[in-house]
């Protein structure tokens, strides 16, 4: 199994500003992805982080936007730049998978004011 | 493209009745998972599905699969109250997406006294 941590848990921003978020996993784990879930929506993958190699984007979503780090095989960030209230969002971290299943992180519950 | 669909999506049930959570999935899948999400929570992996014709039960959940009709069942027996929460299904991509889930839209299931 994988216990994933995420921070912040919570934030209220204003529009224009970033916001980082960092997932932590208590074991190394090669494959990593960040999830979008809007309100009242099901989750969409946002991109895959390999450590080693560049983040790789689903249609919809782009670098600049959401700058993706995997510095190693047990962290990684993910940043929401230049942000709107259309991000207001719970991102996820999942990892996976891992032998029964693919865990998700508790989720950052983001406000765009 | 890789399409997932749910039905119902939302669900109100009595105690003690049974009923039956639909996924349909447009393409060929070596996984499909079912996951649990309780109001602002993250999600909880309730069952892993490998291989056509599988079934997995755990307390009043029970989860099939048929890779040939590409349709996964959650069947709920004689519901409870604790029950009450919002069951996605997700399918995992092959090939060079490996690992990569799309999720259905997600069932709201509501359990009555």
């Known amino acids: 199994s994988a216990v994933i941590s995420q921070k912040p848990s919570r934030d209220i921003c204003q529009r224009g500003t970033s916001l980082t978020i960092q997932c932590q996993v208590d074991?190394?784990?090669?494959?990593m992805f960040w999830y979008r879930q809007q309100p009242g929506q099901s989750l969409t993958l946002i991109a895959t982080?390999?450590?080693?190699?560049?983040?790789?984007?689903e249609s919809g979503f782009v670098i600049d936007k959401f700058p993706i780090s995997r510095p190693n095989l047990t962290f990684s960030t993910l940043t929401v730049s230049n942000m709107s209230p259309e991000d207001s969002s719970i991102y996820l971290c999942?990892?996976?998978?891992?032998?029964?299943?693919?865990?998700f992180g508790p989720g950052t519950r983001l406000t765009v004011l | 493209e890789l399409k997932v669909e749910q039905n119902p999506l939302f669900l109100s049930m009595q105690e003690g009745k049974n009923y039956t959570i639909y996924c349909n999935y447009s393409?060929?899948?070596?996984?499909l998972y079912w996951y649990r999400q309780d109001p602002g929570k993250s999600l909880e992996s309730l069952f892993v599905?490998?291989?056509?014709?599988a079934v997995k039960q755990e307390g009043r959940l029970m989860a099939s699969l048929d890779t040939k009709a590409r349709l996964s069942t959650l069947h709920i027996t004689a519901a409870v109250h604790d029950l009450s929460a919002t069951y996605f299904c997700?399918?995992?991509?092959?090939?060079?997406?490996?690992?990569?889930?799309?999720f259905g839209q997600g069932t709201i299931l509501t359990v009555h006294p």
């Open positions: 999942s990892v996976g998978p891992t032998g029964d299943t693919q865990y």
């Open positions: 074991s190394q784990v090669t494959m």
């Open positions: 982080a390999n450590q080693g190699s560049e983040a790789t984007y």
């Open positions: 393409t060929t899948s070596d996984r």
């Open positions: 599905l490998l291989s056509n014709g």
């Open positions: 997700a399918v995992e991509h092959s090939g060079t997406s490996y690992g990569k889930l799309t």
